[in-house]
T-cell receptor
Framework: KAGVTQTPRYLIKTRGQQVTLSCSPI?????VSWYQQTPGQGLQFLFE???????NKGNFPGRFSGRQFSNSRSEMNVSTLELGDSALYLC????????????????FGPGTRLLVL | SQQGEEDPQALSIQEGENATMNCSYK?????LQWYRQNSGRGLVHLIL???NEREKHSGRLRVTLDTSKKSSSLLITASRAADTASYFC???????????WGAGTKLIIKP
């Protein structure tokens, strides 16, 4: 099976702009989670989608949003970009269907590196 | 605050030596996982160990879990240059649907 794919791999934006990142999970995986990774804060959970519904959400402002499509592909949107949003954004999928899917083995994509100038 | 804390933060050893890194956590867990990340890329799952398990092996990797001490260790035997990476532990708890991640151990294997 193909792994988790993320597009684009690199992105440069300026403050105030918005950005949309895309993630395609492993075929058959319905749980998709998003993480932000920075040197200072480490790996921070953004949200999880399952069957097109946001099932869990981390402590990020409303500028961060996402959605999931019927084919389980997911997008993440960040509006009104700030310098502090510069990070590696990782998407992960899981085959488990339970509410604790995120606690099972996560399969990560290569990430999208976002630089906000 | 982070649930899992890795120790040491950085480790540099010669190729062929064994590498041991530790993870401590604060509250009861359902499971603990170890992941590897190469130079700012995606994370790769290594091993998942459940709270009722004490030891698991996968190739050159051995993970132990001591729930009484709330700690886990990852041993990489006969290290190779390709093992150079950051290693993260992540814990799953009843009180939280998500995994809680540690800050990672940066491992450098010198040729």
């Amino acid at each position: 099976k193909a792994g988790v794919t993320q597009t684009p791999r690199y992105l440069i934006k300026t403050r105030g702009q918005q950005v949309t990142l895309s993630c395609s999970p492993i075929s058959g995986h319905r749980s998709v989670s998003w993480y932000q990774q920075t040197p200072g804060q480490g790996l921070q959970f953004l949200f999880e989608y399952f069957s097109e519904t946001q099932r869990n959400k981390g402590n990020f402002p409303g500028r961060f949003s996402g959605r999931q499509f019927s084919n389980s592909r997911s997008e993440m949107n960040v509006s009104t970009l700030e310098l502090g949003d510069s990070a590696l954004y990782l998407c992960a999928s899981s085959s488990t269907g339970t509410s604790y899917a995120m606690q099972e083995t996560q399969y990560f994509g290569p990430g999208t590196r976002l630089l906000v100038l | 605050s982070q649930q899992g804390e890795e120790d040491p933060q950085a480790l540099s050893i010669q190729e062929g030596e064994n590498a041991t890194m530790n993870c401590s956590y604060k509250t009861s867990i359902n499971n603990l996982q170890w992941y590897r990340q190469n130079s700012g890329r995606g994370l790769v799952h290594l091993i998942l160990i459940r709270s009722n398990e004490r030891e698991k092996h996968s190739g050159r990797l051995r993970v132990t879990l001591d729930t009484s001490k709330k700690s886990s260790s990852l041993l990489i035997t006969a290290s190779r240059a390709a093992d150079t990476a950051s290693y993260f532990c992540a814990t799953g708890m009843d009180s939280n649907y998500q995994l809680i991640w540690g800050a990672g151990t940066k491992l450098i294997i010198k040729p």
